[in-house]
């Protein structure tokens, strides 16, 4: 008798499983031999276009998920059932059954019910921002393959480009209609390829400008932007600093090199650009002023071993920058962009313009550079005179 109850139950999981009508299933009463376990609770999901039940066990301080197919979570039902769990839910779009055990007795209720049915949702690779496919931009950079997949070597980058869309949306769609965006040392242009494609997507427009010294990358970029179709994307040959950045509403540069970083910033604030952002690649400059300077005694044991003094001069530099873009009126952020599993340059500075920031960076950046015997950061010659074009003049 009481497995034939059992069997019943479980049977209507079954079926409200197979007819898609089951809507939640949940287990409680629980008197087992797991510590914290307090109840579980059952879905169906699709996993690789297979249906299954997905259990999740809540713990008294976190949840565990399990995904069975059908015969497997049946019998572990049946076995729960008996046993461990004295209480069952189903509830279906018709109907909810419930299921009461009290020593050797169960009871069954069946009651009417009216519920939307939910569609089982997918375990799906994340949806990204810039899908892989046919596209001879993907192709062109040696993104993917004939078969418009991902190559195998290329994971990292086609990665790292789709975080930085995904940063960069949000911060592209508060810049005006049809924005000027400067990229800074674009290298080869897959993040210019990559926005540009996604802005396509998003039926928006925006002239993109990649800047980059080797003439070679530039002409290739032109070519393929031109044969690609994204409009409004080109490559302009020349140093960063030669280039006028004027009415640029963003400029960024991804791993631009060294000092390239700073004469990103520095022309991004010339251009009074609403959004600057830039990855920066390695920190030589400062830390040839640091091996030069006399830090701070009390430095001295930071200052030490190799390792960390060149960790010091990347968060130094990056910091000295940080309160040199607040100085000149922008509200900055530092985040890492990407886990540094993928690359150990991985910080990123996004700085938005906001004239209220930036009032205590002047003393705070003296005292830094008093404190590591930095004679100067390159950034904040390139600024000097320029105050006159900021929004702290
Ligand atoms: C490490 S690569 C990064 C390329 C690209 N941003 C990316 O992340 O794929 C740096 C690029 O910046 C360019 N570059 C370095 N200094 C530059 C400068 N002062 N002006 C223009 N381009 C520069 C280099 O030629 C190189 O292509």
Redesign the pocket.
């Known amino acids: 008798m009481t497995a034939a109850r059992i069997d019943e139950f479980v049977e209507a999981v079954g079926s409200a499983f197979a007819d898609g009508s089951l809507v939640r299933l949940k287990l409680g009463g629980y008197h087992g031999t797991e510590p914290d376990l307090r109840s579980v609770e059952a879905r169906k999901i699709v996993v690789k276009g297979e249906d299954r039940l997905s259990f999740t066990f809540h713990y008294k301080t976190r949840d565990i998920i399990k995904n069975h197919e059908l015969g497997e979570a049946a019998a572990q039902l049946r076995a729960w059932l008996a046993d461990a769990f004295r209480s069952a839910q189903l509830a279906a779009t018709t109907f909810d059954l419930t299921f009461e055990r009290n020593g050797d007795k169960i009871r069954l209720k069946r009651t009417e019910a009216v519920r939307d049915a939910v569609a089982a949702s997918h375990d799906r690779a994340k949806v990204r921002p810039v899908a892989a496919g046919a596209k001879p931009w993907q192709a062109g950079l040696g993104l993917t393959d004939e078969q418009g997949n991902v190559r195998k070597d290329a994971q990292d ?1 086609f990665r ?1 480009i789709n975080r930085m869309v995904e940063i960069f949306a949000p911060l592209i769609q508060a810049l005006p209609d049809n924005p000027r965006i400067v ?9 210019d390829f990559a926005i540009a494609d996604w802005l396509q997507a998003q039926g928006r427009s925006a002239e993109i400008v ?5 003439p070679q ?1 530039v002409s290739d970029g032109n070519r393929l932007a031109q044969s690609s179709g994204l409009i409004g994307l080109s490559f302009a040959p ?6 006028d950045a004027t009415g640029a509403d963003a400029v960024i ?8 970083t700073d ?1 990103a910033i520095y022309k991004g604030i010339l251009a009074g650009a609403r959004l600057i952002a830039v ?1 920066p ?1 390695c920190h030589k400059q400062v830390r040839r002023e640091m091996e030069r300077g006399t830090a701070a005694d009390t430095l001295s044991p930071l200052l030490r071993h190799g390792i960390f003094r060149e960790r010091q001069a990347e968060m130094l530099t990056d910091t000295l920058r940080a309160l040199l873009l607040e100085r000149h009126g922008y509200k900055t952020r530092v985040f890492e962009f990407v886990s540094d599993a993928h690359t150990p340059k991985n910080n990123l500075i996004v700085a938005e313009k906001d004239t209220r920031a930036g009032k205590q960076a002047d003393a705070q950046i003296a005292d830094l550079k008093a404190m590591f015997g930095i004679g100067e950061h390159y950034l904040e010659r390139l600024l000097a005179g320029t105050e006159a074009n900021t929004a702290l003049s």
């Open positions: 980058k790292q990229d800074m040392g674009a290298g080869k242009g897959y993040l990649g800047v980059e010294l080797r990358l020349g140093s960063i600093l030669d280039y540069a991804l791993h631009a090199c060294d000092t390239a004469d990855a690649c």
